[in-house]
């Protein structure tokens, strides 16, 4: 003998419109969990130009993006004179031009924290690197647009140096702190060189 | 159960290249290749077995034979 009473059609149609009520809402909430969780990202902010630095940070960059990790790298301040090529000097200010003519050219011209004796230390180092099977920055730079890493240069310090979109390397975006700082939030590492 | 079926192998040679190169042509080679293909992966940097067995953890892929040596020689499959 059954212990309950067979629900009327009313009362089981109220109750299925209410689960069905409370799944929508579930669905809901786990797409809003789902959107924040981490996934596999690395988001880096490279705010120096240094050789160091800059090597480290491409070397890491490049090495996530063969673990299958999605890559984001912001360059900040001077961190954008590895993203820069070449210096064009049209449509520019007295001080954006003498900047542009002071800053590196490009990532084969950065200089080093240590040892960088005008310049010289980085040829060295540039130099020994490739003797020794190391990727140059350089390289590193083009094998990051080769597996799809995201480069993007900050707005604000292209500003900052009068620095136009057409004097970025090629596949380097450029975007806001904000943009960033969405992706950094869903990313499993977020460092900062 | 074993299968008849020829599994594609590419060779790749990453002798002489130092870190995270070896890992980074690795993850290049594997890439366009279709599920279940192989890559056999040698290499002489000191960190390649440690990271070949990191790649391996992060990424799904499996290594199927690794022989430790001055040249390390992996075999590795596509997940």
């Known amino acids: 003998?059954?212990?309950?009473?067979?629900?009327?059609?009313?009362?089981a149609a109220a109750r299925l419109a209410g689960l069905e009520a409370e799944v929508d809402r579930?669905?809901?909430?786990?797409?809003?969990?789902?959107?924040?969780l981490p996934e596999r990202r690395l988001s880096l902010c490279v705010v120096s130009g240094e050789f160091e630095k800059v090597t480290t940070a491409l070397m890491l960059a490049n090495m996530a993006a063969a673990l299958d990790m999605k890559v984001t790298v912001f360059f900040a301040f001077w961190g954008v004179e590895a993203v820069t090529a070449g210096r064009r000097f049209d449509g520019k200010t007295m001080v954006e031009r003498a900047l542009t003519l002071m800053r590196r050219p490009d990532i084969a011209a950065l200089s080093s924290h240590r040892f960088n004796f005008g310049g010289l230390g980085p040829m060295v180092f540039t130099r020994l690197m490739q003797q020794k099977g190391i990727a140059t920055p350089a390289e590193l730079l083009e094998t990051a647009r080769e597996l799809g890493v995201e480069l993007?240069?900050?707005?604000?310090?292209?500003?900052?140096?009068?620095?136009?979109?057409?004097e970025l390397a090629p596949g380097v975006a450029s975007c806001g702190a904000a943009q960033f700082l969405d992706v950094a939030g869903r990313s499993s590492v977020s460092l900062m060189l | 159960m074993p299968t008849d079926e020829p599994v594609s192998v590419t060779a790749l040679d990453c002798t002489g290249l130092r870190c995270p190169m070896p890992i980074v042509k690795l993850g290049l080679a594997i890439r366009p290749l279709a599920a279940g293909a192989r890559v056999e992966v040698r290499a002489d940097d000191a960190a390649f077995e440690p990271d070949l067995r990191a790649w391996a953890r992060q990424t799904g892929h499996a290594i199927v034979e690794l022989e430790a040596g001055t040249v390390t020689r992996a075999l590795v499959e596509k997940a």
């Open chain 1, 1 to 11: 003998m059954l212990a309950t009473a067979v629900p009327t059609d009313a009362a």
């Open chain 1, 26 to 36: 579930l669905r809901g909430l786990v797409a809003d969990v789902q959107a924040r």
């Open chain 1, 152 to 166: 993007q240069a900050c707005t604000t310090s292209m500003e900052v140096f009068g620095l136009r979109a057409n």
